[in-house]
């Protein structure tokens, strides 16, 4: 049978590649492209005439939106709504929404921002983190007797500093100190005891090595401050601010990077049956944009801010796992992006059988954009991400 045709569907990513390959004008590629890339945006909380009104624009031009079934009878007062379009669809979306009343010309503006919205590179000492470039691997270092995977296995200055030199040797971009367990059902380490814990060894593995960022795991402001000077560079609040009021305030002042997670409640109660009056997901971007508005406010510039989920904060199984497949939904925020898996119960296997499980979950986490992985075997993943990162960069 004579095949007359040959016919294939090209993904997003490699439309570029494809185009350039047909020998398309090249002055107009970027252009084109625009008409090619479909995306999916969801706003929250729109009134019923902003929502109508955005529908009918959307119809209008091409593209698509959903809302709900009943904002045309009014008996809703808020709907969220789902456009779907393509990038040129959506500028000319906003083009239009600018001639609207109820505060659409607003929204334009966040649309368009959307579109060229990725985080900028940071400069921590000597290393330059590009995101357009790799992933990061940040080591986990835990200097207390009770973390759920390695608790008292690095507990003095000397077996900590020895695991740091493996951390650092194997290919970490990040070392993450903690010397607070923040495992469920766990209760507050004092700030007194935390210094004592964590000062010695970032003051000796900056000893060992100018350069390596160090990050502090902390939710004590007093232990970020003492920290940072002696020798850390990131702050890490697994509380997103929320355990430390001042924790907001030192982050400003310093000028150091800070990790905002997102958890429910303290580590205490956090497990204790988690919900959420809306799905996880919008609750987590929500609380994570909030807080994202709240340190740009506060003095903290924007390419200095990272967030973090917060796998198995305050989340069930299945919370984790929604999280995981809908991972990219929170570039949309703009900033570098870090997810902590490793060895975390949703990983149903002994700890010294997760690290196949954890590369796995990595890997893929790694592909949807994600900037920085938190891991305890730092080699292991090293090599993995050198083969994936030639694919993915």
């Given at each position: 049978?004579?095949?007359?045709?040959?016919?294939?569907?090209?993904?997003?990513?490699?439309?570029?590649?494809?185009?350039?390959?047909?020998?398309?004008?090249?002055?107009?590629?970027?252009?084109?492209?625009?008409?090619?890339?479909?995306?999916?945006?969801?706003?929250?909380?729109?009134?019923?005439?902003?929502?109508?009104?955005?529908?009918?624009?959307?119809?209008?031009?091409?593209?698509?939106?959903?809302?709900?079934?009943?904002?045309?009878?009014?008996?809703?007062?808020?709907?969220?709504?789902?456009?779907?379009?393509?990038?040129?669809?959506?500028?000319?979306?906003?083009?239009?929404?600018?001639?609207?009343?109820?505060?659409?010309?607003?929204?334009?503006?966040?649309?368009?921002?959307?579109?060229?919205?990725?985080?900028?590179?940071?400069?921590?000492?000597?290393?330059?983190?590009?995101?357009?470039?790799?992933?990061?691997?940040?080591?986990?270092?835990?200097?207390?007797?009770?973390?759920?995977?390695d608790g008292g296995k690095f507990n003095t200055p000397e077996k900590a500093f020895e695991q740091a030199k493996i951390l650092i040797q194997s290919g970490a971009d990040i070392i993450d100190i903690g010397g607070e367990t923040t495992k469920p059902?766990?209760?507050?380490?004092?700030?007194?005891?935390?210094?004592?814990?964590?000062?010695?060894?970032?003051?000796?593995?900056?000893?060992?090595?100018?350069?390596?960022?160090?990050?502090?795991?902390?939710?004590?402001?007093?232990?970020?401050?003492?920290?940072?000077?002696?020798?850390?560079?990131?702050?890490?609040?697994?509380?997103?601010?929320?355990?430390?009021?001042?924790?907001?305030?030192?982050?400003?002042?310093?000028?150091?990077?800070?990790?905002?997670?997102?958890?429910?409640?303290?580590?205490?109660?956090?497990?204790?049956?988690?919900?959420?009056e809306k799905n996880i997901i919008d609750a987590i971007y929500e609380s994570l944009s909030d807080k994202v508005q709240k340190a740009i406010s506060s003095g903290i510039k924007p390419e200095n801010i990272i967030i973090d989920p917060g796998i198995g904060f305050g989340k069930t199984l299945e919370h984790n796992i929604e999280?995981?497949?809908?991972?990219?939904?929170?570039?949309?925020?703009?900033?570098?992006?870090?997810?902590?898996?490793?060895?975390?119960?949703?990983?149903?296997?002994?700890?010294?059988?997760?690290?196949?499980?954890?590369?796995?979950?990595?890997?893929?986490?790694?592909?949807?954009?994600?900037?920085?992985?938190?891991?305890?075997?730092?080699?292991?993943?090293?090599?993995?991400?050198?083969?994936?990162?030639?694919?993915?960069?």
């Amino acid at each position: 049978m004579e095949n007359n045709f040959y016919i294939r569907k090209i993904t997003p990513e490699s439309a570029e590649k494809v185009i350039q390959d047909i020998g398309f004008d090249e002055s107009y590629i970027r252009q084109a492209l625009s008409k090619y890339k479909f995306n999916l945006y969801k706003i929250h909380d729109l009134t019923c005439p902003q929502s109508s009104i955005i529908k009918q624009l959307a119809l209008s031009i091409g593209a698509d939106a959903a809302i709900h079934r009943e904002v045309l009878t009014c008996k809703v007062d808020k709907t969220d709504i789902l456009i779907g379009c393509t990038d040129s669809q959506l500028k000319t979306l906003c083009e239009k929404l600018k001639k609207q009343p109820f505060k659409l010309a607003k929204l334009s503006e966040n649309l368009l921002e959307i579109l060229n919205k990725t985080p900028k590179q940071i400069k921590i000492r000597e290393k330059t983190f590009d995101w357009s470039q790799k992933t990061y691997i940040m080591g986990i270092l835990n200097v207390t007797p009770d973390s759920f995977s390695d608790g008292g296995k690095f507990n003095t200055p000397e077996k900590a500093f020895e695991q740091a030199k493996i951390l650092i040797q194997s290919g970490a971009d990040i070392i993450d100190i903690g010397g607070e367990t923040t495992k469920p059902f766990s209760k507050e380490v004092s700030p007194d005891e935390e210094l004592k814990r964590v000062l010695p060894i970032i003051k000796k593995i900056r000893e060992f090595d100018k350069n390596i960022p160090i990050s502090i795991d902390t939710r004590h402001s007093l232990m970020a401050k003492e920290a940072i000077k002696a020798g850390a560079d990131i702050i890490n609040d697994v509380s997103g601010f929320d355990w430390d009021s001042n924790m907001i305030t030192v982050a400003s002042e310093l000028q150091a990077p800070v990790v905002i997670m997102h958890s429910l409640s303290s580590p205490e109660t956090m497990q204790i049956d988690p919900a959420y009056e809306k799905n996880i997901i919008d609750a987590i971007y929500e609380s994570l944009s909030d807080k994202v508005q709240k340190a740009i406010s506060s003095g903290i510039k924007p390419e200095n801010i990272i967030i973090d989920p917060g796998i198995g904060f305050g989340k069930t199984l299945e919370h984790n796992i929604e999280i995981i497949k809908r991972i990219n939904e929170f570039k949309t925020l703009g900033c570098a992006l870090l997810v902590g898996v490793s060895r975390k119960s949703l990983i149903n296997l002994p700890a010294e059988e997760k690290e196949e499980a954890n590369i796995a979950l990595n890997s893929y986490l790694a592909s949807q954009g994600v900037n920085i992985i938190r891991v305890h075997d730092t080699e292991k993943h090293f090599k993995a991400f050198k083969v994936l990162d030639r694919v993915l960069y």
